[in-house]
């Protein structure tokens, strides 16, 4: 079955570090963009991070930049999310994406159901 | 960083028609992609591109892209189809990505 299943959330106090996984089956990982999308209680969708097939190229949201690191191991099949000096802001569902399509239309068309993350003294 | 505006809420009646729409310079050079995502649940895509729907989505969903606003149209909405919705983009840069504000719809 294709699929991908996140693990690791938490309750964790400001200030803190979680390290979230994604393990992907039924496809061939190490040829796709992996994503993290995360989603703060009633709130919106917020595009997190993301981690090229190959090259392993990352990129992040500027309220993220310089806190997270998004990290794969293809033999694994998996993409971590190592997520340090967590703030109140940083609760929420994260997701894991599959990235598919083509540069003039990416999308993200394989999603996880999403790990909690509770960031509270 | 780019930012994409949508309308918070709209309602619609049963069997009619609603349009949602999605503001942002980033949408010039590159196409939305919008999501469904019901409570409790991950979101899913239901149209990418120009106008092309996965496997599974029903006919009654289609996109359309004009300056620097995308629509996604429910023509006929059905009950199932109330949900929240979000669209997607790459931003300016073209490296990173950008959801919309998302808009609720409610079937009446």
């Known amino acids: 079955e294709v699929q991908l299943v996140e693990s690791g959330g938490g309750l964790v106090k400001p200030g803190g570090s979680l390290r979230l996984s994604c393990a992907a089956s039924?496809?061939?990982?190490?040829?796709?963009?992996m994503n993290w999308v995360r989603q703060a209680p009633g709130k919106g969708l917020e595009w997190v991070s993301s981690?090229?097939?190959?090259?392993?190229?990352?990129y992040y949201a500027d309220s993220v930049k310089g806190r997270f690191t998004i990290s794969r191991d293809n033999a694994k099949n998996s993409v971590y999310l190592q997520m340090n000096s967590l703030r109140d802001e940083d609760t929420g569902f994260y997701y894991c994406?599959?990235?598919?399509?083509?540069?003039?239309?990416?999308?993200?068309?394989?999603w996880g159901r999403g790990t909690l993350v509770s960031v509270s003294s | 960083s780019s930012e994409l505006t949508q309308d918070p809420a709209v309602s619609v009646a049963l069997g009619q028609t609603v349009r949602i729409t999605c503001q942002g310079d980033?949408?010039?050079?590159?196409?939305a992609s919008w999501y469904q995502q019901k409570p409790g649940q991950a979101p899913i895509v239901v149209i990418y591109?120009?106008?092309n729907r996965p496997s599974g989505i029903p006919d009654r969903f289609s996109g359309s892209t004009s300056g620097n606003t995308a629509s996604l149209t429910i023509t006929g909405a059905q009950a199932e189809d109330e949900a929240d919705y979000y669209c997607?983009?790459?931003?300016?840069?073209?490296?990173?990505?950008?959801f919309g504000t998302g808009t609720k719809v409610t079937v009446l």
């Open positions: 997607n983009s790459r931003d300016s840069s073209g490296n990173l990505y950008v």
């Open positions: 980033s949408l010039r050079n590159y196409y």
């Open positions: 994406a599959r990235r598919f399509g083509a540069p003039s239309y990416w999308y993200f068309d394989l």
């Open positions: 039924g496809f061939t990982f190490s040829g796709y963009t």
């Open positions: 981690i090229s097939s190959s090259r392993g190229y990352t």
């Open positions: 591109g120009k106008n």
